[in-house]
């Protein structure tokens, strides 16, 4: 922008110049050649100078608004990224106390429901996404206090469901238990680390009904970390359907 008005000025003093000495070609556009005089002259330069100086200053206020806009733009966005940072900073500090005391719900596993039961289990593993989360990936690379906060609560997380896993199976082997006494289905928790479902009933002698179950409760065994969900239509049959959880 300054350069621009520098060369502006630079041709409008040159009109000048050239206009004194010339007006006759000077001021072309006027008709008349006998009013084409070198006081015209100086006035149209004149006016283009208030013109000109009119314009730029009406720009420059306008470049200096936007200027100071973006300023106050960054200022913000530093503002709003460090409250972000101290905000998430506190979370992980308070969430690593939690966990290093085994607290990873508000609930205990022997109350909760089957939602809820998935729900902490998410909770445990969100830690793991912390590092590559597009949003809290920079403040892990760059803050030591929160990566050394985040790679605890991973390895903790990791622990506690370890743990917990077989009440939480066994947890929702009761749940679906009570579910399903209405419909005779009996429902049994066995193997090393309570990873085997049994659901026993008549009506898992129609292949068709075993499918329905199965795909309906997949989610849930999956997440819990069956190992094997077994369908007999009777208590003692060594023939049964079993479908391996991966």
């Not at 913000?76 to 308070?94: G, M, T």
Request: aromatic residues 10%; contains cysteine.
């Amino acid at each position: 922008m300054t350069i621009l008005l520098g060369l502006l000025q630079f041709l409008l003093f040159g009109y000048l110049v050239f206009g004194l000495i010339k007006p006759q070609k000077a001021l072309f556009f006027i008709g008349d050649e006998n009013n084409r005089k070198r006081l015209y002259v100086i006035l149209a330069w004149l006016g283009l100078s208030v013109f000109f100086a009119f314009l730029f200053n009406v720009t420059g206020v306008t470049e200096s608004i936007e200027r100071s806009e973006r300023a106050d733009s960054i200022k913000q966005a530093n503002i709003d990224k460090a409250a972000f940072q101290k905000r998430n900073i506190e979370k992980i500090i308070a969430d690593s106390t939690d966990l290093s005391q085994g607290v990873f719900s508000t609930n205990t596993v022997e109350t909760m429901n089957v939602e809820e039961l998935g729900s902490s289990l998410q909770h445990l593993a969100s830690y793991a996404n912390i590092p590559t989360n597009d949003s809290l990936s920079e403040l892990y690379k760059t803050n030591k206090q929160y990566s050394s906060a985040v790679d605890y609560c991973i390895k903790r997380a990791s622990e506690i469901k370890n743990h917990n896993l077989p009440s939480m199976r066994k947890r929702y082997t009761d749940i679906l238990k009570d579910k399903l006494w209405e419909d005779d289905i009996d429902v049994q928790i066995s193997g090393k680390n309570s990873t085997i479902l049994t659901l026993v009933g008549a009506i898992f002698a129609a292949n068709k009904n075993k499918k329905e179950m199965q795909e309906a409760i997949a989610p849930v065994v999956t997440q819990l970390g069956f190992k094997q969900i077994r369908y007999k239509w009777i208590q003692h049959d060594d023939e049964y359907t079993y479908y391996d959880i991966k």
